[in-house]
Structures are given as C-alpha cells and as structure tokens.
C-alpha cells in the first residue's frame, strides 16, 4: 500500500517539477529508408518530404512515392493536409506550374472549372483539408476588372461549392466535421493585407464572421487566428472574441509571416525576418515566450527555420539549425497536461489495487 502510496505522489508530481516543456524533440532525419530534410506537410501517417538532395517523396502509411518520377507530371507537389485526397500541381512541359488538380488513391486528376465559369481564368489558392480541395478561378472580367471565384469540391461525394460575394473570394479550408470555410474580400488577389470576411458552412447552414483581418489558422475545436501582419485575434464560430497570449487586441510590437492554431489553443507564430524571424508561442493568458523554450531535447544555441503542423497528432515537424552548422529535421511531440499525468497515475495505482485484490 505504501508503495502504491508513493507511486500517486510521484506520478502527481512530475508535472510540477517538470511542467516547463510543452514539447519533446526527437530527431526525424530518416522515413521508410529515406533521408528527411524538411517535412513539408504531415497529416497521421501521411508525409510529404524533401531530402538533402532535393529529391521529393510521398509516404501514405507504409507506401512511398518519389515525386520527382511520376510519369506525365514534372515536380509534381502535393499538400497531404488530409487523409485521402490531396492537392496537386506540377510543371507543363513550358515550365509553367499547372494549379488545379487532387490525387486520390495513386491517381491524379485535373479538375476542370465549371461550365458557367468566365472563360480564360486559372485556379489560384489551391489546397485541400479533410477530404475537400479547392482554392479560387482568377479571371479579369469584360470591363478589365480582376475577380474570383471561391470553389471547393469533394471528391470522394463529388459535391461541388461556388462561393461569389465579392471581388475575391476563396476556399480556405475545412475540418474533419466537414465544415467549409471560405475566405471573402474586396481585394481580388487577397493577401495578408487584405480584409478577409470568413464565409462558413457549417451542418448545412451559412453564417459570416469577421471581415478586417486575414486568417492564419483554424483548429478542430472550430476557432479561428485571425488578425493582421501585428496583431492577432482567436474567434469562435459565432464571432465572439476568445483571450489569449497577454494582448491579442492590441499591436504585438513586432510583425508576424505565419500563425498556426493548435487544437488546444495555443498559438505559434513565425516573426518577420526584419523582426529576427524567431518562432513564438503563447501559453494560454501569459502571453507569448520563444517555442524553444518550452522544447525538450533541442541541441542548445540553435533556432527554427521552418515548421509545420500535423493537424492528426498535433505534432509539429520543423527544420532546426546551430549556427552555421547542418540543417536538421526534429518533431515535436506535445507533453502530456499535468492533469493528463495525474490521472493516469491514480489510474494505474487503481489497477494495482484491483490486482492485489484479486
């Protein structure tokens, strides 16, 4: 009894001696036999990667692909942000990259623009998440004025969205829940500059939010990081405005290039390379502190250069460097909460009472 007695406590209070890390580095240099040197997305067991010598791969579960040799496709690219359909583009035989196609189950496939589309536009923005893809078609009307057209399809049910409120407008995104979310402004190429209204579509109904800022990042939980180039904002579905990071209303003191919103909440932003380009995040209310602080296993004295975030396991790939020394890969695996540990500490010595029971 003592024992178990002792084994509580000290599960209980790991977390409050060790409770600064939120994240644990390992090193991720190798995948299915393969060198990796950036991790460009990562969804599961889905990889798309680049190695040391530029060479570019596929792995969905135990399958590999080089990219660089699939027939009838130069450079070919993918963004693996879900589990089954994935958006691509490639080189034409001028050198021009083609936007507008999605790989399913090996196959790759252009998508064609709807008949009641203006002629001459191209597709622009193009992603996918979960099992829907889409981005915008470009055009320039009769009267010399550019526009777009936000779209997204399934390919999996085959259903098709056509969104059109303004001069740009653009699919960005969707959650696992299969909610759509559309991005809508009055700036055609909508840049991070722009004013981004959000157009969602969520079981079936349409509902509007925002309309000042641009969308970084969304999570599961259905929250939006929105703001500018130096200030951010966390919404909710409904519109209202949820705290986070010390002062999200007001300036950051410094200029933002990326924003990724974790499912828990916490926030990771990228500074501008005028600003020193250090990787944040902000932990709850407190504001935000450099990530690899709060990183476990980390070579001393380097930083991150690039990163993204598997939006499966939470996990985060990122390119990290010492000085002038190699480039290498690590993934960051989140540390369980302190109440995570203490449950399963009363859990495990619940078992071994029943054992002993028994």
Not at 76 to 88: E, I, M, Y
Not at 193 to 219: A, E, P, T
Not at 318 to 346: H, I, K, M, W
Request: proline share 5%; charged share 20%; aromatic share 12%.
């Amino acid at each position: 009894m003592k024992c178990q007695a002792f084994f509580v406590l000290l599960c209980c209070q790991i977390p409050t001696v060790f409770a600064t890390p939120l994240y644990r580095a390992t090193l991720f240099d190798r995948h299915l036999g393969q060198p990796v040197q950036t991790v460009a997305y990562a969804n599961g067991s889905n990889f798309f990667f680049a190695t040391p010598t530029s060479q570019r791969f596929l792995a969905v579960g135990s399958k590999i692909t080089n990219l660089d040799t699939v027939p009838g496709y130069p450079r070919l690219s993918l963004v693996t942000q879900g589990q089954r359909v994935f958006a691509a583009d490639w080189d034409r035989p001028n050198g021009v990259r083609e936007i507008g196609g999605y790989y399913l189950d090996g196959k790759i496939t252009k998508v064609q623009p709807p008949a009641d589309y203006p002629v001459g536009g191209s597709w622009n923005g193009w992603t996918s998440y979960g099992d829907w893809v889409g981005g915008d078609h470009y055009y320039r009307a009769s009267g010399g004025a550019f526009g777009s057209i936000g779209f997204a399809m399934n390919p999996i049910t085959g259903e098709q969205v056509s969104i059109q409120l303004d001069y740009g407008n653009r699919f960005r995104g969707a959650t696992q829940k299969g909610t759509l979310i559309f991005g809508v402004s009055a700036d055609s190429a909508m840049t991070t500059d722009s004013g981004v209204g959000l157009l969602i579509r969520k079981d079936g109904q349409w509902r509007g939010i925002g309309g000042d800022f641009w969308l970084w990042d969304f999570n599961e939980k259905e929250r939006f990081l929105y703001g500018d180039r130096d200030q951010l904002l966390l919404m909710n579905i409904d519109g209202s405005r949820v705290p986070f990071g010390g002062n999200p209303f007001g300036s950051l003191g410094f200029q933002i290039q990326s924003g990724h919103l974790m499912d828990n909440d916490n926030v990771i932003i990228r500074k501008s390379d005028l600003d020193g380009g250090e990787y944040l995040i902000s932990e709850g209310t407190a504001g935000f502190v450099p990530l690899n602080s709060r990183v476990s296993g980390l070579p001393t004295g380097g930083r991150f250069t690039s990163m993204t975030v598997d939006r499966v396991t939470q996990s985060i790939y990122g390119v990290y460097r010492v000085g002038n020394g190699p480039r290498q890969s690590f993934r960051l695996d989140p540390v369980p909460e302190p109440g995570t540990l203490a449950a399963l500490g009363l859990g495990i010595a619940a078992m071994l009472r029943r054992r002993r029971k028994g």
